[in-house]
């Protein structure tokens, strides 16, 4: 069994060798390599490899580990090939990302279009050939989820900002645009090495629900934190807290309950570690913006404690 | 056997119902038919098609019909994508395709960028569970051509004009931006009815080398019509017909030669019949220019003797 930090250590060195066997011979090659490392915090690699460990059987964890990391590593880079062109100025318009400059802002524009062209291909390569028995499942819904109807149709809302017209719309929008892509992490993680027909169906809907229901939770959280800085009028007028307020802590308090319940029966202890991480991290990113946070009036104890009852079941264990 | 009407027809038939598997339930849909409707002239699906047919074995090509439909018309959404990325105004700044508004004239760029990242996701979404004997093969060649290191890094040669800076460069762009699709389309579909191992791989390289030849090929041809019409300072500052005349008149009548070769060993009719309805087809409009190609002293004798010589052969069957 690995812990977290192994993990990590396995999805960085899968993630660079992975990302090599994609590039070109040529100079250009460093532009694929800006846009994808240094790794940032490799949330999906490692809730693929997290829910890869979790649900093993036999020794296909180990006997496989190989085809798992092009799998994480896809994972990664088509993640990357969305922030990419998400960048673009014709899309976002954002000249850094992750405290440097974007890869366009780098690199030129068109060369930014053809790296995220390039990446997205590279991710589907990696995915081609794995051995497993669901493999053929794998890319099946890899390439749903991602796609036209999925992914990208959250990114089409969000452009198009129909994501605004309605909360309904807004949670579809965190469904397909952020969702799509954990479950995607996770399902197919699972789907590398269970050999049970039947487990794979039954943990195929668990990890649906699960994925969907984190997705979603981090956006609201990331809605949530956004209001612990200074914004502008615009971000204002579209963060869901404040113009949305009782319809978006119900929901918030909701998903975190669907997490909490499913960790709760989850006999894992990989993803459990991940959430965990992810939430006190949250959790003293909202309590050090408090002060901020008050003018909005919104409830610390209501938003707060149900995160601490999540941490103290996970640290229970 | 199919003639080329049929496949024509079951191409365009198989395209409309596989690109519609991939869409969402929302208005964007319009978009993505747009770039990819009414077909064009399916060059790349009857390929994969005649290869399929040409070395059909038992009653492959009938039994997996409907697979060999979702790779042809995987092709042809792929290099739908290439086209609406490639028109952009980051890119070559076409607002014209197919005698109508590119895709991002007629509904904005940001919209342009997903649309062909949903077709290019798609591509992939229709490959991903072929039922056939070379399923891996066909998806791992699919990857490894079109993407960073192929297709894509042709784009980059072009985009950067890296290919104007030797001959050499110019024909690895032609390989890379336009063979590679060929390659693809020919060796894919090939692979689809084939069953014995052996055979898969004669035909693999045979395949690559009339695919590569083709590819180049044509875009020599491209460049050579091009100065049947008024062209700009510009486009003859970059047409190797004018400035490096001989070299690719040699290169030419080499790739002819090659084509012609692989026709005349070659056993099915269906790759013979659409290579020669194209050859066709550029001796016309070669022959109908010839007042304007003639002052930049290029020789007709010995431009078309040889594609009429390759003519004969085929007709002469």
């Keep these: 069994m690995k812990n977290l930090t192994q993990l990590v250590e396995i999805a960085q060195a899968g993630l660079q060798k ?43 964890f180990d006997k496989r580990v190989s085809d798992i990391l092009k799998l994480s590593s896809a994972l990664e880079i088509h993640h990357s090939y969305t922030l990419v062109h998400d960048d673009l100025p014709a899309m976002d318009d954002d000249d850094y990302r992750r405290g440097r400059l974007s890869t366009h802002k780098k690199y030129g524009q068109w060369q930014a279009i053809l790296v995220g062209d390039g990446l997205l291909n590279h ?10 028995k669901f493999d053929k ?48 992490s996770m399902i197919c993680g699972m789907l590398m090495t269970t050999e049970e027909p039947q487990l794979a169906s039954q943990n195929f809907y668990k990890l649906y629900r699960f994925g969907r229901s984190l997705g979603i939770l981090f956006q609201l959280i990331d809605d949530l934190t956004e209001l612990t800085e200074e914004i502008n009028q615009h971000e204002k007028d579209v963060n869901p807290w404040l113009h949305q ?49 008050v003018q909005y009036n919104l409830d610390q104890k209501t938003l707060l404690n149900p995160v601490m009852s999540v941490l103290d079941i996970l640290s229970s264990r």
């Design 18 to 60: 992975n990302l090599q066997s994609g590039l070109p011979f040529h100079n250009f090659k460093e532009a694929y390599e800006y846009a994808v490392l240094p790794p940032g915090k490799l949330f999906r690699p490692l809730l693929c490899l997290a829910a890869a460990q979790d649900y093993n059987q036999g020794e296909n």
């Design 123 to 132: 991710s589907y390569y990696l995915i081609s050939d794995l051995e497993t």
């Design 137 to 184: 499942q794998i890319r099946k819904f890899f390439g749903w989820a991602l796609g036209a109807k999925g992914l990208i149709q959250g990114q089409y809302l969000d452009l198009s900002h129909e994501m605004n017209h309605s909360f309904d719309n807004l949670i579809e929008t965190h469904n397909l645009k952020t969702a799509r892509l954990i479950q995607t």
């Design 245 to 293: 307020k009782e319809q978006t802590q119900a929901r918030y308090l909701l998903e975190l309950r669907k997490v909490s319940n499913f960790l709760k029966d989850h006999e894992g202890s990989s993803l459990k570690e991940i959430t965990s991480q992810y939430l006190q991290k949250q959790k003293t990113t909202l309590e050090n913006g408090w002060s901020h946070l």
